[in-house]
């Protein structure tokens, strides 16, 4: 009966155990890094991607915040890819404020200083089972949406959106 390793410290006589370790450490990540590559390649498709003309409303912005935006500032992804843009600021507007007259009845009247603003921007949107999501987050009506440059981060509230509107955002 032959033995199972030798002297030598090979396996049934032909390879050497420290050996054969390693080279099944290395067949066992070939199937890692296949699938590894394949996720990656396969990334997000650029035909499940849609630019979208949003309204955004700051609600009582500070005047200090309003002067930096401004149209053409851009958002880009961690990859320095263009993924949104303020095209204009349609509305600048004092913002209101509930005030009591004599105790008894409730109005409203201009903020001395802060403001309401409507931009607009163009934004790239993920589209899945139908539903567009701009940074994982579904871009409808009334929902939040905060737009990040370089200088500001834009906390703001979806007021009005347009798709199937052809876009060209070059970086």
């Not at 067949?27 to 590559?37: A, E, K, R, T």
């Not at 913002?95 to 603003?117: A, C, E, G, Q, Y």
Request: charged letters at 25%; aromatic letters at 6%.
């Amino acid at each position: 009966m032959a033995k199972i390793i030798d002297q030598k410290g090979r396996l049934f006589g032909l390879i050497n155990v420290i050996d054969l370790s390693v080279i099944l450490i290395l067949v066992s990540f070939v199937p890692l890094i296949f699938i590894g590559y394949k996720i990656v390649s396969m990334g997000e498709k650029t035909e499940d991607k849609e630019w979208v003309s949003v309204k955004i409303k700051l609600v009582e912005t500070e005047p200090e915040f309003s002067s930096i935006i401004s149209a053409g500032d851009v958002e880009k992804d961690p990859l320095g890819k263009t993924i949104g843009r303020l095209t204009a600021i349609a509305n600048v507007k004092p913002s209101k404020v509930w005030v009591t007259v004599d105790n008894k009845m409730l109005t409203t009247i201009d903020h001395p200083v802060k403001k309401d603003i409507v931009v607009n921007a163009d934004i790239l949107c993920l589209k899945k089972e139908g539903t567009l999501y701009y940074k994982a987050i579904p871009v409808k009506v009334g929902n939040a949406i905060t737009f990040t440059t370089d200088l500001y981060n834009l906390p703001g509230l979806v007021v009005g959106l347009e798709r199937d509107k052809t876009l060209d955002i070059n970086e």
